[in-house]
């Protein structure tokens, strides 16, 4: 018998005998029912038509304003708000290393993704990987297929411990793999990342793609 | 960091600096052992399924004591025995207050199991002044200028043990360590801390003692028992307390034995109420009659009492019900474990700001409130164990001047831990009886 992923709690399946008569694959459960309530999808009205912002009105946010002043334009699906259940899961998963839940919601993002689109996760970098030993956003992506086309410089300061200002007056803080540049060309592409907070990751990875001829880049985060 | 800040303890080589990892001194371990289908973690010898401890990059994590810092199969533990330089400024013991002739003989006891490296179990009623009969040993063991530890299973008995040291012991450097701290550890002679921050410790305390070894989650964990064993040296002593200890127990360490609470009054016996279906009435969203007219009749009186309920989620439900039932201005709060507000909370009934808590058994052992009642709904249920019962009721009658005290209990059914705890209470009541 498991145990529920969040919680630690008893995991019932609950197998009835009508659903082991039917013969369907039987998926096993992850979390139990009080825990997968927990991570509901918030119902959301209004929200940013650019970066997917929670807010009264269904117009552009004042980042997106900004960096449309820039000529630059990323329209972003974000699953959840950055904030309560999400940012505890984000914390026991990225921070603590929690790897056992880095699948919880990939069915949700598969869902988003559609068949013709190419899906590039945000890359760590090299020192992150040696501490954490994964990447979470791969991690999240589970069997989803993805090109790990893009390259992290080293960098001095965790993208996390920086301040708003000193995010976005950034420089360009990826590479691209040269070697796959070819696969990029003329594609569809959806980029994948945790946390969209100020736009600035997102951003400057959709540049890149676009100046390396890729034919339209959207973004999914996990949280806004 | 300093070396000092490694001796006694088992850390990850990634949490220590370069400086520190040249010490030739050092032991080292790898964190992770790989079996053929389980890892074994060195920490906390818990053994994980290798497929859920698995790394995308063919490493092994502990998922079982992530939680104090993961530790993956690429690191390892580095200890330092432990080494004693503490100054000892007398007097050591600053407490003023006085031992009566029960406490004094096991306070004795208590010492001379230190001095002769020796283990002991302290079996004292709820109320006895366990903590008040282990000043005298600590204090010698602070004036030979040994290392103490002080642990418990519980945040909050931690919490109030802490203030109650302090005082006792003035000139003696201590910390305070718990999951939910701030604080970075420090070296000090006297720790005080949670039995999981045990889990950081080998070879480093002369003397360890637990306080209420019982309860949940010390009793029952071999990863947490493993490592009071460990933190403690190898001629140290290792001191248990508490009022309701397992049969177990009593026959693996030796015992001292105290049946009397310190103002000789006897503990206070659980009546019994029966509401034959208090189950089906809360899955409906009710509680008994009898229980709410206990309740308001307690508010009537002014009385200060604690409210337990089998499970968190009726903590709700009783709210609800008494929010609609009591009309004046809400005098109550609902505690349970995992809530943020907890501690401020159970600060609140402390500070006379609200009438009484409902909780779960968190409340159970560790904490005292002057003059309060208990009401427990729903005893039968099998989360109240016979220790937790006894417990519960020994929250009553702590202070001199209100020795006395009611502990309600409505069931369903008379239950074998319901009748157990009432034989328990007698038998000690006897006995001690016999004494006073």
Known sequence: ?224 | MNQLDITGRLLPDTACDEMILNNHALQFQPAIQINHTTIHCTRCASDCEKAEAQLPDETYFCYQCFNLGRLDSSMKLVHLPGINQFEVVHPVLTWKGRLTELQQKCSDEVVKAFQEHQNKLLWAVTGAGKTEISFAGIAWALAQGLRVGIASPRVDVCVELYPRYQAAFANTSMILLHGKSEEPYQYRQLTICTTHQLLRFQDAFDVLIIDEVDAFPYANNDSLQMAAKRSVKKHGSLLLMTATPSPKLRQQYQVSYLPLRFHRHLLPKIKIHFCFNWKRKIYAGKIPQKVIFKVLQKIERQQRFLLFVPRIKDLQVVDEILSKKYHGEKCWKTVYSADEARMEKVQAMRDEKVLFLITTTILERGVTFPGIDVIIFGGDERVFSVASLVQIAGRVGRKASRPTGDVDCYIGSYSSNVAEARKQIAEMNRKGKALG
């Open chain 1, 1 to 224: 018998m498991d145990n529920c992923r969040w919680c630690g709690g008893f995991l019932n399946s609950n197998l009835k005998i009508h659903f082991i008569l039917s013969f369907k694959p039987f998926i096993p459960k992850t979390l139990c029912d009080k825990c997968e309530s927990l991570f509901t999808l918030p119902s959301r009205e209004e929200s940013c038509v650019d970066c997917g912002r929670f807010q009264a009105s269904q117009k552009r946010c004042q980042d997106c304003e900004k960096w449309l002043n820039q000529k630059q334009q990323l329209n972003n699906q974000a699953l959840y708000l950055y904030h309560g259940i999400i940012k505890e899961y984000l914390e026991r998963y990225k921070f603590k290393g929690d790897y056992r839940l880095h699948s919880l919601f990939q069915t949700r993002i598969n869902s988003l993704i559609e068949a013709d689109e190419l899906v590039i996760p945000i890359p760590v970098t090299k020192s992150t990987m040696k501490q954490r030993h994964f990447n979470q956003v791969t991690g999240m992506l589970g069997e989803i297929e993805f090109l790990d086309c893009l390259v992290a410089k080293p960098k001095a300061q965790a993208q996390s411990e920086k301040g708003r200002n000193e995010r976005i007056n950034a420089q360009q803080p990826f590479e691209i793999n040269q070697k796959l540049v070819s696969k990029i060309k003329s594609q569809k592409v959806v980029l994948i990342d945790d946390v969209y907070t100020t736009g600035t990751t997102l951003h400057y990875a959709a540049q890149l793609l676009r100046e390396n001829g890729v034919q339209s880049v959207r973004s999914i985060t996990l949280a806004r």
